[in-house]
């Protein structure tokens, strides 16, 4: 299981390391663009604020669009003829990507997190307005903040770390599952695309369910702010979305 995880982040590096050297270096020329053209007006704000706008949006969308395409190619081009042919079952290989998946997610973040450094210490050289020194001196701060606020709030915390868990697990699995349902004998030609549409088709489900379940009285039950019934269907669904997925891959599958 280890050396298939090792595997995938490997053959996975380099589409997300590329999202990432794109995303630093913009975050390095944006205070170039916005404190180059008129600085005295305040209209700069606006414009510095829409461009990191759009950066964060853009590293968010290529992460997507990484995850989209490594399964993809992966599993229904030719390395398929490789990865479905390694001793492992297809829910080790789901899990697998499924964490390597996660891991590119956190990274996703930390990468966020170092293009805004990256940001500031431009800004910095630029304005003069604070020193390299004390934007480093800040990080630690940073870090001590969250971690007071874990230990004062410890089961908020955690209940907060497993949603986002389980709401990027979902995002992770019906990515797969459309994916996979668009690779079989139900659809014969434009199946990206039509793996596409059942990811739609699937988000726009879930948001009805839990518009749905919104209007009941046991939508109402929360746990330290977070929508414990929420999490539970949506649970519910992954784990489903996981076997649906790993049996259409044993018995269905249609490779490119």
């Known amino acids: 299981m280890l050396k298939l ?29 916005t404190e180059g053209l008129i600085p005295d007006i305040p209209i700069l704000s606006f414009m510095m604020a829409f461009g990191f706008t759009v950066l964060v949006m853009g590293i968010s969308i290529a ?5 989209f395409t490594h399964y993809y190619h992966s599993m229904f081009k030719r ?26 997610l956190i990274l996703g973040g930390i990468a966020l997190m170092f293009g805004v450094l990256l940001m500031g210490v431009m800004m910095s050289l630029l304005t003069h307005n604070m020193s390299i020194m004390q934007i ?30 389980v709401e990027t697990y979902a995002l992770i699995i019906s990515i797969y599952f459309a994916l996979t349902l668009a690779h079989t004998a139900l ?28 209007g009941m009285s046991i939508a109402s039950f929360e746990w330290y702010g977070i929508p414990v019934t929420f999490m539970f269907v949506d649970l519910f669904f992954n784990v489903i979305l996981t076997f649906v997925t790993v049996y259409i891959l044993d018995y269905h599958i249609e490779i490119e």
């Open 63 to 67: 992460l997507f669009v990484s995850i």
């Open 136 to 165: 480093f001196q800040g990080i630690p701060e940073v870090f001590k903040g969250l971690g007071q606020m874990f230990m004062n709030q410890p089961g908020e915390s955690l209940l907060s770390l497993i949603y986002m868990i």
């Open 5 to 33: 995880m090792k595997y995938e982040f490997i053959h996975s590096m380099r589409s997300f390391f590329i999202s990432f050297c794109v995303f630093w270096g913009a975050c390095l020329l944006l205070p170039f663009f």
């Open 79 to 104: 390395p398929a003829y490789l990865t479905l042919t390694l001793p492992v079952s297809s829910l080790q290989l789901i899990i697998s990507k499924l964490i390597v998946s996660f891991v590119w």
């Open 187 to 214: 659809c014969r030609h434009h199946r990206l695309a039509v793996g596409i549409c059942i990811w739609i088709v699937l988000g726009i489900i879930f948001s009805w369910i839990q518009f749905v379940l919104s």
